[in-house]
């Protein structure tokens, strides 16, 4: 089956990252992966951009860090890059100034989170973790939910003004990112998402219908652009295992070996299932809504891990500086 062209990285890429040679921790690279990828899904949200526009900016953001490292480039910087760069090549335009307002506030959310003292419980056990996930990101509910959490009550924004300096020097960050991100890829920015071989799948299969499947597939395919799956895999594997979790989760019998009309693999698509998983795990979301699975509740001990890693994720996102910072600081309590 042939299958438009979308650059993957590398074997040697995957195994040795520029991040890892530059001694980052995996883990730490994963969770700077999704918390850049969170913040351009956000932004894109705000600003009102397709999920195409979104979808292709956190791929283009993917494939920065397999060929650079959080060393060297900020994950914030490239992130607001990516979109923006995203938005030129889907051809959905926006205004800089609205780009740049919307991370501000962003950004002052997540900062605000981070000014909290240490023993604040981010996270209430009463709220069930796929919104507690939100809340810890930095996203701020409305309505009814507001009141579920009071943390957010103190918090205050003001867009800066016409003229502040805050402008001008995000811009120049902008056009600076945007031109290293084009010329580290090689002017490469071909992205082919996976929500219309998704579709197509399923109306093979019969499944287009039927109640759920496909708005889990889609679900599942957003939240897999969260880890590094969309530039390590083709396209048709993408969309063949977010139909093999959704139909799991939902206990629908699959005809045997139906991936192979897909020219998927039967391990790719498991290593996908697993990487999504897994991020729910890590980051609070271990239930899909509309699915049949049921997760237990983290104990304390777990849910404190979990907020403390999200705490250090979005610290040592800030800048390059707070990687580096970080990195001399665990050198030095090895030796």
């Given at each position: 089956?042939?299958?438009?062209?979308?650059?993957?990285?590398?074997?040697?890429?995957?195994?040795?990252?520029?991040?890892?040679?530059?001694?980052?921790?995996?883990?730490?690279?994963?969770?700077?992966?999704?918390?850049?990828?969170?913040?351009?899904?956000?932004?894109?949200?705000?600003?009102?951009?397709?999920?195409?526009?979104?979808?292709?900016?956190?791929?283009?953001?993917?494939?920065?860090?397999?060929?650079?490292?959080?060393?060297?480039?900020?994950?914030?910087?490239?992130?607001?890059?990516?979109?923006?760069?995203?938005?030129?090549?889907?051809?959905?335009?926006?205004?800089?100034?609205?780009?740049?307002?919307?991370?501000?506030?962003?950004?002052?959310?997540?900062?605000?989170?981070?000014?909290?003292?240490?023993?604040?419980?981010?996270?209430?056990?009463?709220?069930?973790?796929?919104?507690?996930?939100?809340a810890s990101v930095g996203q701020s509910p409305k309505g009814k939910a507001k009141d579920q959490y009071p943390i957010w009550n103190e918090f205050r924004f003001e867009v800066?003004?016409?003229?502040?300096?805050?402008?001008?020097?995000?811009?120049?960050?902008?056009?600076?990112?945007?031109?290293?991100?084009?010329?580290?890829?090689?002017?490469?920015?071909?992205?082919?998402?996976?929500?219309?071989?998704?579709?197509?799948?399923?109306?093979?299969?019969?499944?287009?219908?039927?109640?759920?499947?496909?708005?889990?597939?889609?679900?599942?395919?957003?939240?897999?652009?969260?880890?590094?799956?969309?530039?390590?895999?083709?396209?048709?594997?993408?969309?063949?295992?977010?139909?093999?979790?959704?139909?799991?989760?939902?206990?629908?019998?699959?005809?045997?070996?139906?991936?192979?009309?897909?020219?998927?693999?039967?391990?790719?698509?498991?290593?996908?299932?697993?990487?999504?998983?897994?991020?729910?795990?890590?980051?609070?979301?271990?239930?899909?809504?509309?699915?049949?699975?049921?997760?237990?509740?983290?104990?304390?001990?777990?849910?404190?891990?979990?907020?403390?890693?999200?705490?250090?994720?979005?610290?040592?996102?800030?800048?390059?500086?707070?990687?580096?910072?970080?990195?001399?600081?665990?050198?030095?309590?090895?030796?």
């Amino acid at each position: 089956m042939a299958h438009a062209p979308h650059p993957l990285a590398t074997l040697d890429q995957i195994i040795k990252s520029p991040s890892s040679i530059d001694g980052i921790p995996k883990e730490v690279e994963d969770d700077l992966r999704t918390t850049g990828c969170m913040l351009i899904q956000e932004a894109g949200v705000m600003l009102g951009l397709p999920q195409d526009t979104i979808a292709t900016a956190q791929v283009i953001f993917q494939r920065f860090y397999y060929v650079s490292s959080l060393y060297s480039f900020g994950v914030n910087d490239i992130s607001i890059s990516s979109l923006f760069l995203s938005t030129k090549l889907c051809e959905t335009p926006i205004r800089l100034r609205d780009l740049i307002n919307t991370y501000l506030f962003l950004l002052a959310r997540i900062q605000y989170l981070l000014n909290l003292p240490p023993d604040t419980r981010l996270i209430s056990n009463k709220i069930s973790n796929g919104s507690s996930w939100q809340a810890s990101v930095g996203q701020s509910p409305k309505g009814k939910a507001k009141d579920q959490y009071p943390i957010w009550n103190e918090f205050r924004f003001e867009v800066p003004g016409f003229h502040d300096g805050v402008f001008w020097e995000w811009k120049d960050v902008i056009t600076a990112s945007e031109m290293q991100i084009l010329k580290r890829l090689g002017f490469n920015m071909q992205v082919d998402l996976p929500y219309s071989h998704m579709i197509n799948y399923l109306k093979i299969l019969d499944l287009v219908f039927e109640d759920q499947v496909a708005q889990m597939c889609w679900s599942i395919l957003n939240d897999m652009l969260l880890t590094s799956m969309y530039v390590i895999h083709p396209p048709h594997t993408l969309a063949c295992a977010s139909i093999l979790l959704a139909t799991r989760l939902l206990r629908i019998p699959l005809p045997s070996e139906w991936y192979i009309l897909f020219d998927a693999e039967y391990d790719d698509m498991w290593t996908c299932c697993c990487h999504v998983m897994k991020l729910y795990s890590d980051w609070g979301l271990d239930k899909l809504q509309g699915s049949d699975s049921s997760g237990l509740a983290d104990s304390d001990e777990r849910q404190k891990g979990k907020e403390n890693r999200w705490r250090r994720a979005w610290v040592l996102a800030q800048s390059k500086k707070a990687v580096r910072r970080w990195l001399e600081e665990r050198e030095k309590a090895i030796a």
